[in-house]
């Protein structure tokens, strides 16, 4: 089992910033790609970046420019930096792994996330 831990969600202003991070631990075996969704009150859940193995990265249109993943692999963290910020921007936010055990085995997972409301 891996368990991912969201942490940095607020309260912030149009036009602040604020940085998420996500600890994955656990029996983590191969993390693959690492991502951020969100989900806006009354909307489906949807990917705002995920960042490869390899460091390729992919943001979601309404985010590029102003937001930017990371990832630290020694440390199986994910982190999101978001600026600019905009009231449409308000969610919550959950960290998500693509993760290959020792059988090869595939499987995403989830944390709990955590909510960031941007106020105008």
């Known amino acids: 089992q891996v368990q991912l831990v969201e942490s940095g969600g607020g309260l912030v202003q149009t036009g602040g910033s604020l940085s998420l991070s996500c600890a994955a631990s656990g029996s983590i075996r191969s993390i693959n790609t690492m991502a951020w969704y969100r989900q806006p009150p009354g909307k489906q859940r949807e990917l705002v970046a995920q960042?490869?193995?390899?460091?390729?990265?992919f943001y979601e249109n309404s985010v590029k420019g102003r937001f930017a993943i990371s990832r630290d692999s020694a440390k199986n963290m994910v982190y999101l930096q978001m600026t600019s910020l905009k009231p449409e921007d308000t969610a919550v936010y959950y960290c998500?792994?693509?993760?290959?055990?020792?059988?090869?085995?595939?499987?995403?997972?989830w944390g709990q996330g955590t909510q960031v409301t941007v106020s105008s």
């Open positions: 998500n792994i693509d993760h290959t055990d020792d059988y090869g085995v595939r499987f995403a997972y």
């Open positions: 960042i490869t193995s390899g460091g390729s990265t």
